[in-house]
C-alpha cells in the first residue's frame, strides 16, 4: 500500500518529466517519459528506488536492470552507464533518489554493530559497489514517510533529518546491510579511498597512493578493491575519470577543460582513451551527446 502511496505522490507533485526536489536534503522525486540509452554516469553514494518502470546501469560491461521489485543502493562512487530504455509517456519511470550522508550512515553503521555486535568469522563480508535489494516492509515504510514531508513546510523542516535518518536505518537493516554497513562503517578502508580519489581526480593518484591510503600493502589492497568494484584500481580510476569527462563534455564544457579536469595534461592521451572507451572522439561526442533530465 505504501508504494502505491508513493507513486500518487509522484504524479502530484511531478505530473510532466523531470526532477525535483522534496524539501528534505538529498532526496528527490523523478519521471522519465522517453528510453534513454545508457550514457557515462558516476554513481554518488545513493539509494534509488524505483515504482514504476524500469532502469538501466552497466559496470563493467555487466548490464544490471532494476525495477519496482529491487532497489539499488551504491554505498561508494562508482562510474557506471546508465539509462532508462524503455522509458514512455504511457509507460514512465517514476522513482525517488536519496542521497547518502556518509557521516550519518557512518554513524549509525557503527551505532549498529555496537548495538548488535556480529559474530567474528575471520572473513569480512566483501563491499560492493552496485547492490540491489528488494524492498521489504521497514523501507517501504520509511521511505513513504520520508516523501511524505514535502507536503507541509514545517514538517519537513522539523522532521526531515530523523525521517531521513529513520530511512538510512531501514536501509542498513535490509537486504542491502551488509554491503552498506562494510562501506560505511569499521573498516571501510576501500569506500574512504574511493572518496579521496573522487576529491583527487586531476592529481596524478597512483596505486601506491591509494593502497597507502587504505593503510594496505599495494597486493593485498588490489584485491580487496577488486572484490568491491569489479575493477582493478587502474581500471576504475580511469572509469571515473573518463566518465566525469564526458559529462562535463555533455553538459557544455569543452573538450580541454574537460580533459584538465579529469586530470589529463596531454590532449592527445585523453582523445585515444576517451575515444578506446566511448567508440568515439571526445569533439564527436560533444556534438552528439546530452545529459538527460531526470536520469540518474
Request: aromatic share 8%; glycine share 8%; with cysteine.
Amino acid at each position: 500500500m505504501s508504494r502505491d502511496q508513493i507513486r500518487q505522490i509522484i504524479d502530484r507533485r511531478l505530473p510532466g518529466a523531470g526532477m525535483v526536489p522534496t524539501g528534505v536534503q538529498g532526496v528527490q522525486l523523478f519521471r522519465v517519459t522517453e528510453p534513454v540509452a545508457c550514457a557515462p554516469a558516476v554513481y554518488e553514494p545513493t539509494v534509488v528506488a524505483i515504482v514504476d518502470g524500469a532502469k538501466e546501469a552497466i559496470l563493467d560491461g555487466r548490464r544490471y536492470i532494476y525495477d519496482s521489485e529491487r532497489y539499488l543502493c551504491c554505498p561508494m562512487s562508482m562510474p557506471v552507464e546508465a539509462g532508462t530504455p524503455t522509458a514512455a509517456p504511457d509507460n514512465p519511470l517514476l522513482g525517488v533518489i536519496v542521497s547518502l550522508d556518509t557521516r550519518v550512515m557512518t554513524e549509525l553503521s557503527i551505532e549498529l554493530e555496537s548495538a548488535v555486535p556480529t559474530r567474528k568469522s575471520g572473513r569480512s563480508t566483501p563491499q560492493s559497489g552496485l547492490t540491489f535489494a528488494r524492498w521489504d516492509a521497514a523501507f517501504t515504510d520509511a521511505l513513504h514517510r520520508l516523501v511524505q514531508l514535502g507536503d507541509d513546510p514545517t514538517d519537513t523542516a522539523v522532521l526531515g533529518d530523523s525521517r531521513l535518518r529513520e530511512f538510512y536505518y531501514a536501509v542498513l537493516k535490509g537486504e542491502a546491510g551488509a554491503t552498506a554497513r562494510g562501506a560505511f562503517g569499521v573498516g571501510n578502508e576501500i569506500a574512504r579511498t574511493i572518496q579521496f580519489l573522487s576529491a583527487h581526480l586531476n592529481e596524478p593518484v597512483t596505486i601506491d597512493d591509494m593502497a597507502a591510503h587504505a593503510g594496505m600493502s599495494r597486493a593485498v589492497f588490489h584485491r580487496k578493491f577488486k572484490q568491491a568494484t569489479t575493477l582493478s584500481p587502474i581500471q576504475f580510476a580511469k572509469s571515473m575519470r573518463l566518465n566525469h569527462a564526458a559529462m562535463k563534455i555533455a553538459g557544455g564544457m569543452n573538450v580541454s577543460e574537460a580533459a584538465w579536469e579529469a586530470g589529463y595534461v596531454s590532449s592527445s592521451q585523453f582523445s585515444r582513451e576517451f575515444k578506446r572507451m566511448y567508440g568515439q572522439s571526445p569533439k564527436r561526442w560533444s556534438q552528439e551527446a546530452q545529459l538527460p533530465e531526470g536520469v540518474l
